[in-house]
């Protein structure tokens, strides 16, 4: 590889990172969204069926889920809300999963593309 080779690359890795971050720009808000108000949901259900206790306990579950990101945060409190409480359909956990799982793909591909463009 000549060096005149180099700079086409790193333009056109580039440019696959940003049609990457075009095409999949919206995964971020729909998890923030979706993830902050299902947990707010699921501490409202801990706090009617148990009390204080149990929504300060699933706070703390969830703040330490949210450390890895909105979407197994939205994953966690998806699955709670309707396997647990029962109080929504199987859609819920199972576009939760999704999103979970493109944000992951996208993730991995955009630092697969930071990793060639350092050399590393």
Excluded: H
């Excluded at 259900?45 to 204080?52: A, P, V």
């Excluded at 929504?55 to 579950?61: A, E, P, Y």
């Excluded at 998806?78 to 199987?90: E, H, K, L, N, P």
């Amino acid at each position: 590889m000549t060096s005149q080779n180099q700079p086409d690359e790193a333009s056109a890795l580039i440019s696959r990172a940003m049609t990457l971050q075009k095409r999949f720009g919206w995964l971020n808000p729909i998890c923030a969204v979706c993830g902050l108000l299902t947990s707010l949901w699921l501490l409202y259900l801990m706090y009617d069926r148990g009390g204080i206790m149990w929504s300060v306990l699933w706070f703390f579950l969830l703040s330490a889920a949210y450390k890895f990101g909105p979407a197994p945060m939205f994953a966690l409190a998806a699955s709670i809300v309707c396997f647990w409480a029962g109080s929504v359909g199987v859609w819920l956990p199972i576009f939760a999963y999704a999103i979970a799982a493109l944000s992951l793909l996208v993730s991995l591909r955009l630092s697969k593309i930071a990793k060639s463009l350092t050399g590393r």
